[in-house]
C-alpha cells in the first residue's frame, strides 16, 4: 500500500508536537502551499484551529481522522514570519503550535477570516448635487460638500483638508446628501516634515543607520534627552523613502500615543499603533494590513514583534534595557531578541536604543557584536540636571518627604516649574501594622509560616490588596491578634505621597500616575494633557520614568530608593540603576536647568556614590567586572524551571524527576529544586530547577533532552510547571 500524503497540523495545545490529519473531505491532495494555512481540526470532544507545520506521509491513513474545513484560501503565515516562529519554538523548548497561537491575533486564533483592509472614502449623492447650492456657505457642511464635488474623498484625506469634518459628514448623512463606500488600500506616499538639524553625534549616527545594508545590529547608546527619537525618525524616513516597512517597539502603551503623535506628524503618512490596549479586531485589522505591505509603519509593545513584515526594511526597539519586553507568562519570549532574530532572517538592521543599555546589550557592543553608537550630550540647549544626595537620617520626615524638599518643591512650582515626586511603590502604604503588638496583615494566598507577604494599603488606608495575587479585603476594624485599635500603615506609596502633597500645597495641581489610574486607554496622556504646562506636581512610579517628554519639569524628587540597594536578585543594582538615570532625565530637558534630588538612609552606598559621581556606564563597568566573577549574565547561559502545586513536595519531586533527566557529564550546572524567593503564590508553593552553563550549546543540549520526557513524566500531572530560557528574574 503506498504512502497517503497528510497535514501535520499545529494546535495550541501544551504539548510539544504537531498531529497528522486528512485534507477536508472533497478537497484535493495535501501540497506545500499548504503550509501556513489554517484549519479548524476535531480534537477529542473539542473543535480547535490549528495552523499546517508540514506535509506529511501515512502508512495507514484508515486511523486518521480528517481535517473538518479550511479557514484560509492561502497561507497566513508564510516566509520569514513562519520559519522564525519555528527558531522561536525551538529557542523557548514550547510547543510549537502555542507559538504561533501567541503570534496570532485573537480573531485569526478564533477561526475568523483574516480582516479586509480596504480603505473608506465619501461621496456626494444625486441628492447631494442636486442641494449643494442650498447649502449654507461658510458651514462646515459646505465646505465638505465643496471637496466633494469632483468625487469621492479618502478619509486619510479629510483629516488632513477639514477639521472636525465627522460632524459635517453626520449632518450631509442625514439629508442623504453622501455616503460612505469602500475604496481599496493604497500603500500611502510619505511627504516628509524636516525635523531639526541634528548635532554632529547624531549626524554620525544616522548616517552609520542609512549606510547599513542588510542585518547589522545597533546599539544607540544615547544620555537622556540626547535626541534618539530623532535619529529613529531619519532612519525611518530612510526606509520608507525606500518603499520598505519599519516596525517599532515601546516598552508602554502610555508611551504609544506620544511617539505616534510625533511619528505621524513627521512622516506624513498613516502610522498604525498595535498594543494591547486596542481591542481584538481593531489588533487584528493592523496585524492584516501589516501582512499585505499596506501598514507601512507599525509602532507597538512587546506582541508586535509578531507583525508579519513582507517589505522589511528596519527594526527599532526603544528602551531595550526594559523589562516589559520580556514576557512571564504563557510562552517566555524576549522581544527585543526575537526582534534581533527577526532582523538576520529579514535581512534588515535593527536598532535598540537606550539611556541605560542592559549589561548583555552593552556586552555585546563592547565584544564586536553591535555596532555602537554613542549619544553623549542632550539635543538643543539643555544641559543635564544637577544631582543631590540627602541623607535623611535622624531627620523629620512628611510621609517620606524631608523639610529641603519640601522647600525646594515650594521654590520650584512658585518659579512656574513642574515637580516629579518618584516613588516606585503604589498604593497608599506596603504594611498594614499593629502598633501594640507587632502585628502585620498578611496575604492568606501568599504567605507561609516562615514567609510573610504582607498585603499592601490602599484606599486611603481603607482597603488591604496583595499585589502578587490581586486577593483584597477591607482593613479590620482592630487586630485579629490582640483586639487592639492601634492599626497603622507604615512605609509610603504613591497614593499616601499625593494625599500629603495634597495638602501641603493646596494652591496647585497633584497628579497621581502608577498602575492604578492609568489602567484606561489613553489615561496617562490625558493626565499628562491635564497638567499642561501649568507649575504643579506629578507623584508617580516607574511608568513616569520612561521616554515622556514633559519640558516644564525641573525638579525630581526620588523619595525612599533604599529598598532597592539591597535585594537578593542579581539584577536588582541593574534595575535600580536603569531606574534612577531614566527618572533624573525627566528633569531640565528644555531651556529650564533641571536638578534631581535622592533622598536616602545610606548615602554612602557604593552603588549610589559610583552613578552619582560616575554616571552609568561607570556602574556597568563595575556591574561587568562583578557578573563575570560570579557567572552570571552576560557570562553564562541560564534556564529557570519553575513548578508549583497545592503541596510543596509535589513540586520538588517533579524537579527532582526533571534533574535526573539532565546527563552527568553535561556542561549544565544545577542548582535545586529550591525554594522560590517568594515560596507561596495564589495557594500554591513553588519551588525551581536552576540551570546555569557557559556556552548557549550545552544548555539548550540538557533542555532538548529534559523537554523530550517532562510532558510524560507522572509526577506533571499533579503540578503546574513552566520553563523560561534567559530568565529575566529568579523569582
Not at 534595557?321 to 532582523?343: M, N, P, T
Request: net charge positive; proline share 8%; aromatic share 6%.
Amino acid at each position: 500500500m503506498s504512502a497517503c500524503p497528510t497535514l501535520r497540523i499545529a494546535l495550541p495545545v501544551p504539548l510539544p508536537q504537531v498531529f497528522d490529519y486528512l485534507p477536508p473531505a472533497g478537497s484535493p491532495a495535501p501540497r506545500q502551499e499548504d503550509v501556513g494555512r489554517r484549519l479548524r481540526v476535531p480534537f477529542g470532544p473539542r473543535e480547535l484551529v490549528g495552523v499546517v507545520e508540514s506535509i506529511g506521509l501515512s502508512e495507514d491513513p484508515a486511523n486518521l481522522r480528517p481535517a473538518l474545513q479550511w479557514l484560509d484560501d492561502s497561507a497566513v503565515l508564510h516566509g520569514e514570519l513562519n520559519t522564525s516562529l519555528r527558531w522561536l519554538a525551538r529557542y523557548t523548548h514550547a510547543p510549537l503550535g502555542e507559538v504561533i497561537a501567541t503570534a496570532l491575533p485573537a480573531p485569526l486564533r478564533r477561526g475568523d477570516a483574516l480582516p479586509d483592509t480596504h480603505g473608506w472614502a465619501w461621496q456626494l449623492t444625486e441628492a447631494g448635487r442636486s442641494g449643494y447650492a442650498r447649502l449654507r456657505s461658510g458651514t462646515r457642511p459646505q465646505r465638505m460638500a465643496t471637496l466633494l464635488l469632483d468625487g469621492a474623498v479618502n478619509e486619510d484625506l479629510l483629516d488632513e483638508q477639514l477639521d472636525d469634518w465627522r460632524s459635517a459628514a453626520r449632518a450631509l448623512l442625514k439629508r442623504e446628501h453622501v455616503q460612505r463606500i469602500e475604496v481599496p488600500a493604497v500603500i500611502p506616499q510619505p511627504r516628509i516634515v524636516p525635523g531639526p538639524q541634528p548635532n554632529p553625534q547624531q549626524q554620525q549616527a544616522i548616517d552609520a543607520l542609512q549606510a547599513a545594508d542588510g542585518f547589522q545590529p545597533f546599539l544607540l547608546d544615547g544620555v537622556t534627552g540626547s535626541g534618539k527619537t530623532e535619529v529613529y525618525l531619519q532612519a525611518i524616513c530612510h526606509c520608507l523613502q525606500q518603499g520598505k516597512q519599519a516596525l517599532v517597539l515601546v516598552p508602554e502603551i502610555g508611551l504609544t500615543p506620544q511617539t505616534l503623535h510625533r511619528f505621524r506628524s513627521r512622516l506624513g503618512i498613516p502610522v498604525h499603533a498595535l498594543h494591547s490596549g486596542l481591542n481584538d479586531n481593531e489588533r487584528a485589522r493592523v496585524w492584516a494590513a501589516a501582512s499585505r505591505g499596506e501598514a507601512r509603519v507599525i509602532v507597538g509593545t512587546r506582541s508586535a514583534i509578531f507583525t508579519p513584515l513582507p517589505q522589511a526594511g528596519l527594526i527599532v526597539i526603544d528602551e531595550e534595557h526594559d523589562g516589559s519586553y520580556k514576557q512571564q507568562d504563557g510562552i517566555r519570549y524576549h522581544a527585543r531578541d526575537f526582534a534581533l532574530v527577526r532582523g538576520k532572517a529579514l535581512n534588515v538592521p535593527v536598532v535598540l536604543g537606550s539611556a541605560t543599555p542592559s549589561l548583555e546589550s552593552l556586552h555585546n557592543a563592547r565584544s564586536g557584536r553591535y555596532t555602537h553608537l554613542r549619544l553623549q550630550q542632550r539635543a538643543g540647549d539643555a544641559k543635564p540636571p544637577g544631582v543631590r544626595v540627602f541623607d535623611v537620617r535622624k531627620r523629620p520626615l512628611q510621609d517620606g518627604l524631608s523639610p529641603e524638599v519640601l522647600v525646594g518643591i515650594e521654590q520650584h512650582l512658585k518659579a512656574g516649574s513642574q515637580v516629579l515626586v518618584f516613588k516606585n511603590r503604589r498604593g497608599y502604604a506596603p504594611v498594614l501594622l499593629c502598633h501594640d503588638c507587632g502585628w502585620t496583615a498578611p496575604c492568606k494566598r501568599c504567605s507561609t509560616p516562615l514567609h510573610k507577604t504582607p498585603m499592601t494599603v490602599h484606599g486611603g488606608g481603607r482597603r488591604l490588596q496583595c499585589h502578587h495575587c490581586g486577593a483584597r479585603q477591607p482593613v479590620p476594624l482592630a487586630c485579629p491578634d490582640c483586639a487592639s485599635l492601634a492599626l497603622q500603615p507604615q512605609g509610603i506609596g504613591t497614593e499616601r505621597l499625593e494625599e500629603r502633597l495634597l495638602q501641603l500645597f493646596p494652591d496647585y495641581p497633584v497628579l497621581r500616575i502608577d498602575r492604578s489610574t492609568t489602567s484606561r486607554r489613553d489615561a496617562l496622556e490625558q493626565t499628562l494633557a491635564t497638567l499642561g504646562e501649568q507649575p504643579g506636581i506629578l507623584v508617580g512610579t516607574q511608568i513616569l520614568a520612561k521616554g515622556h517628554d514633559l519640558p516644564k519639569l525641573t525638579l525630581v524628587v526620588v523619595v525612599g530608593i533604599d529598598e532597592g540597594l539591597f535585594s537578593a536578585d542579581f539584577r536588582a543594582s541593574e534595575k535600580l540603576a536603569q531606574q534612577l538615570i531614566q527618572v533624573a532625565g525627566r528633569a531640565g530637558r528644555a531651556e529650564r536647568p533641571g536638578e534631581v534630588w535622592l533622598q536616602t538612609h545610606h548615602p554612602d552606598n557604593a552603588l549610589l556614590h559610583t552613578l552619582v559621581n560616575g554616571g552609568y556606564h561607570a556602574f556597568a563597568d563595575a556591574e561587568l567586572l562583578q557578573r563575570e566573577a560570579a557567572g552570571f549574565p552576560p557570562f553564562a547561559h541560564m534556564a529557570l524551571l519553575r513548578a508549583e502545586a497545592k503541596q510543596v513536595e509535589q513540586a520538588n519531586e517533579f524537579l527532582a524527576a526533571l534533574k535526573q533527566l539532565i546527563p552527568q557529564q553535561s556542561d549544565v550546572e544545577r542548582f535545586g529544586p529550591m525554594p522560590a524567593p517568594m515560596p507561596r503564590r495564589a495557594g500554591f508553593q513553588r519551588t525551581q530547577l536552576l540551570l546555569s552553563a557557559e556556552q548557549r550549546r550545552p544548555l539548550h543540549a540538557a533542555l532538548d533532552s529534559v523537554m523530550a520526557q517532562a510532558y510524560g513524566l507522572p509526577q506533571a500531572r499533579r503540578v503546574r510547571w513552566s520553563l523560561d530560557v534567559d530568565p529575566m528574574d529568579l523569582y
